[in-house]
């Protein structure tokens, strides 16, 4: 008989429900320890593609320490493993499970610790009866000690035994390394050491009388250890122990510091508010710190790709940086760098848990390295950063792409790219076209570090882009080629690279929309951009977003919401909250880059936020739906300044909440001209009055002042407004 679950999401103002037929996949993390279970509290294999059915359970990587843990109940009426959940309800910091045996109510509420390697339950039971119940409840534990996948490691066999009564396992090669302890404060009645099904588990069993409507509450704690063994995680349970309730409000308010305040997002679309909410929250959920192996970086996907992605991190770049995630974003560019230098440039598609390079990297992950420094920096205005990445951008797109991928330099690298495929020419359209990024990137770093080369990476950019259209274009399809096979000869096989000149806008105004023409008609369905025309329609969040972003750039406001929506309406589906890697929902069921361009699609597309924090400037190209009043991003962090920022159909309100001196705002209205433009006010100081450049307003603002720009009828005007007096600044004042 099928028994369903109810699942709830309640995570501040966002309320979702769902009922599970079978068991939805569920995912707590801290930056140590994270644990995937199931919404019914059943210990279900998880894992389809790396350790097949291993993916679950509890992981302080590099190592796996328990399948998982569940309560049991004996009594007068038998014995009752608790693994039905009646209703499930997730909080994304911590989920509470309910369920029910005899006159008892049980509350299981579980949470990892933020930054130790530690996993708790917090338990209420409530007796409903005019009877007291006496019984005994257990705390199972299935330990299963593994290394991480593709870790180079070998395994002993699991032992167990009891310590200060608690239960304490470790593997025997790895005595001294790693270890897990597992208990209560409260000192159990026995430990019961079993293998059932040739799996050890360990029981804490505690004898309980629970008087008539009486209400107890019990903690449980396990701890793991990958490098001082059970008697670190016995020292660390020490710590912990009885600061269950303490660390799950800590905890609690943490996500809701990150995911509802720091920068928001308001529009008329109240569930796009919501959207954007979960996008914070997902990205606080997938930060890591795996050290001495990894420290810092962010999980590419759960539950197949905990491991340090180049590509998924590079798209993940922008939008994180933009939405508060700058200090993990440079740690995690920081490692990809690293792992770089030490490859002569190359940088990794794909490293394990424990530091060991399983993919040295596909033909554009290279390039996409050096365009998502130069996204960091002009986001944050890191120049110690760029001084120290911009070396090892430079070698690999420089010397060693071409040493190894494109011999001939032509710009056009030979190997396998982001689709992955056999049949098709060596020569690919996406590492083409990134590798063309590349060189725009790096001029543009090397101007800020003033290097004498800037000049040949823009002339090399040039020259491609003279020869682009030219090598692939084919006009009886409309469309560019996926690949050139030797000679240039070009080859269609439909897949979703198509969008990747026209979001990096290389292709001239009037293909881009004849590609975003056919794309929309023939390469999507109701979720969005398929893989691969007419041979597989399963959507991936990743080429949705960049056909948003690209959608976005040629003022396709409706198209790209619509794409950008559904990217968010995977968070209805299994885990909810969760931003899936397919769409409706499939593979991953938490994805980076889903939220990562997800937020970018907001922030640099409909709003068109284009930064340069180094220089103290920002550009703001928006491209509102028609039937949106406006659209507003508060407490946005460009470089030192933090912004609010409001934009409507006729100009933008900006207020610079704080900052090292002026920042300069170039706004430009879509389809707006400017014959001429008055000022209200003035703002002190030696600084360029207001003007009009090309098409965009340009104009200063100091801190805490106000400027509010409006263009009607060709006519702009802009009005000061300082916030700390409260009035208009005119030239009186």
Same mark, same amino acid.
């Given at each position: 008989m099928t028994r369903t679950t109810r699942q709830s999401l309640r995570f501040g103002p966002i309320e979702l429900e769902a009922s599970d037929d079978q068991p939805a996949p569920y995912f707590l993390s801290g930056r140590k320890l994270y644990a995937i279970g199931t919404t019914s509290g059943a210990l279900e294999p998880v894992g389809a593609e790396h350790l097949v059915g291993e993916m679950g359970g509890v992981w302080a990587h590099p $190592?796996?320490? *328990?399948?998982?843990?569940?309560?049991?109940?004996?009594? =007068?009426?038998?014995?009752?493993? *608790?693994?039905?959940? *009646?209703?499930?309800?997730?909080?994304?910091?911590? &989920?509470?499970?309910?369920? %029910?045996? =005899? +006159?008892? @109510?049980? @509350? @299981?509420?579980?949470? $990892?610790?933020?930054?130790? %390697?530690?996993?708790?339950? *917090? $338990?209420?039971? &409530?007796?409903?009866?005019? /009877?007291? #119940?006496? !019984?005994?409840? =257990?705390?199972? %534990? /299935? $330990?299963?000690?593994? +290394?991480? #996948?593709? !870790? !180079? #490691?070998?395994? !002993?066999g699991v032992e167990m035994h009891q310590e200060r009564g608690l239960a304490v396992a470790f593997d025997r090669l790895w005595q001294g390394r790693w270890g897990v302890v597992f208990g209560s404060p409260t000192m159990p009645a026995n430990i019961v050491f079993d293998r059932p099904n040739n799996k050890h588990t360990a029981e804490l069993r505690y004898s309980l009388t629970i008087q008539p409507h009486e209400r107890i509450e019990l903690e449980f704690l396990v701890v793991c250890d990958h490098e001082h063994g059970h008697n670190g995680a016995l020292q660390l349970f020490s710590r912990l122990t009885g600061r269950g309730p303490e660390l799950l409000a800590q905890k609690r308010e943490h996500y809701r510091a990150v995911a509802m305040e720091g920068v928001t997002l308001r529009t008329p679309d109240e569930q796009i508010n919501h959207a954007w909410i979960l996008a914070k929250a997902n990205l606080l959920m997938l930060e890591a710190d795996y050290g001495p192996y990894l420290p810092g970086f962010l999980l590419a996907g759960i539950p197949e790709y905990p491991q340090l992605f180049g590509c998924d991190n590079t798209y993940t770049t922008p939008g994180a940086t933009a939405a508060g995630f700058s200090e993990i974003m440079r740690s995690t560019l920081a490692l990809l760098g690293e792992h770089a230098r030490r490859a002569c440039g190359r940088v990794p598609h794909e490293i394990t848990t424990n530091g060991r390079v399983f993919n040295p990297g596909n033909t554009q992950e290279t390039p996409q390295f050096a365009l998502a420094v130069w996204d960091y920096v002009r986001w944050s205005g890191d120049l110690p950063f760029l001084r120290m990445m911009y070396p090892i951008c430079r070698e690999g797109v420089m010397e060693y792409l071409p040493g190894i991928w494109d011999g001939d330099r032509d710009g056009y690298p030979s190997g396998d790219a982001m689709v992955e495929r056999t049949g098709m020419g060596s020569l690919k359209l996406d590492s083409a076209c990134y590798l063309y990024g590349a060189w725009r990137a790096l001029a543009e770093m090397a101007r800020v570090l003033e290097r004498p080369e800037a000049e040949q990476y823009a002339l090399l950019a040039d020259d491609w882009l003279r020869r682009f259209e030219h090598d692939w274009w084919m006009p009886g399809e409309g469309l560019y080629a996926d690949s050139l096979h030797s000679g240039y000869q070009p080859q269609l096989d439909g897949h979703w690279t198509q969008v990747v000149p026209i979001q990096l806008g290389i292709a001239q105004p009037e293909r881009a929309e004849q590609v975003l023409d056919v794309l929309e008609r023939d390469f999507t369905n109701q979720w969005g951009l398929v893989h691969t025309r007419d041979r597989e329609d399963r959507v991936w969040t990743l080429p949705t977003g960049l056909m948003a972003l690209a959608e976005l750039r040629h003022g396709r406001t409706e198209h790209a919401i619509r794409f950008l929506n559904n990217i968010s309406l995977t968070a209805r589906h299994g885990m909810l909250g969760a931003f899936k890697e397919l769409i409706p929902e499939g593979l991953c069921f938490v994805q980076l880059w889903s939220a990562g361009l997800y937020a970018q699609g907001w922030l640099e597309g409909v709003l068109g936020l284009d930064p340069r924090a180094h220089e103290h400037h920002l550009a703001i190209t928006p491209t509102l739906p028609a039937d949106w009043p406006e659209v507003s991003v508060g407490k946005l962090r460009v470089g030192a300044h933090l912004l609010n920022i409001t934009v409507d159909h006729h100009g933008c309100t900006i207020e610079h909440l704080s900052g090292p001196q002026m920042i300069t705002i170039a706004f430009r209205g879509r389809g707006t001209a400017v014959a001429a433009l008055a000022t209200t006010g003035f703002t002190p100081g030696n600084v360029t009055p207001p003007h009009v450049d090309g098409h965009a307003i340009v104009f200063q603002i100091g801190v805490g002042q106000r400027a509010t720009l409006q263009i009607h009828n060709q006519q702009a005007q802009i009005e000061y407004f300082d916030r700390r007096s409260e009035r208009v600044l005119t030239d009186a004042n």
């Open positions: $190592v796996k320490f *328990l399948d998982g843990c569940y309560l049991s109940i004996e009594d =007068g009426s038998g014995h009752d493993d *608790l693994l039905h959940c *009646l209703d499930f309800e997730g909080h994304l910091s911590d &989920a509470t499970m309910h369920f %029910a045996h =005899g +006159p008892l @109510r049980m @509350r @299981r509420t579980d949470f $990892v610790a933020d930054d130790d %390697a530690a996993l708790f339950s *917090l $338990v209420e039971i &409530a007796n409903n009866s005019d /009877q007291a #119940w006496s !019984g005994n409840l =257990g705390f199972v %534990a /299935q $330990v299963n000690i593994l +290394p991480t #996948w593709f !870790g !180079g #490691w070998e395994t !002993g």
